[in-house]
């Protein structure tokens, strides 16, 4: 079974950094493409970052010059380096596998559980 395990959430100030890892198994990770998404209280989901095998990558304007998605096939682990966060990026955060890279979240097939990213 296909099985996404992020990490990383926490606490920080306004300006401050994280990195979530979400470490994938059950399948060959090359296989799909891979996104971060958020979910605030009372909002959306929201598509932030996605990244294809070959490494290309699609950020949300929103985070733009703030955040980075980068994967370490070897580790079949995603990344998603956040830094100068705001009190808007305070969110769930989960990170998905699919077929296609994209900020949409139907286009994936598989959730991890989430990690709680809080900024004051």
């Known amino acids: 079974d296909v099985q996404l395990v992020e990490s990383g959430g926490g606490s920080v100030q306004a300006g401050g950094s994280l990195t979530l890892s979400c470490v994938a198994s059950?399948?060959?990770?090359?296989?799909?493409?891979m996104g971060w998404f958020r979910q605030a209280p009372g909002r959306g989901r929201e598509g932030v970052a996605a990244?294809?095998?070959?490494?290309?990558?699609s950020l949300a304007d929103s985070v733009k010059g703030r955040f980075t998605i980068s994967q370490d096939k070897a580790k079949n682990t995603l990344y998603l380096q956040m830094n100068s966060l705001k009190p808007e990026d305070t969110a769930m955060y989960y990170c998905?596998?699919?077929?296609?890279?994209?900020?949409?979240?139907?286009?994936?097939?598989?959730w991890g559980q989430g990690t709680q990213v809080t900024v004051s």
């Open positions: 990244i294809e095998s070959d490494g290309t990558t």
């Open positions: 059950g399948y060959t990770y090359s296989t799909y493409c």
């Open positions: 998905a596998a699919g077929d296609t890279m994209a900020l949409l979240g139907t286009k994936y097939n598989y």
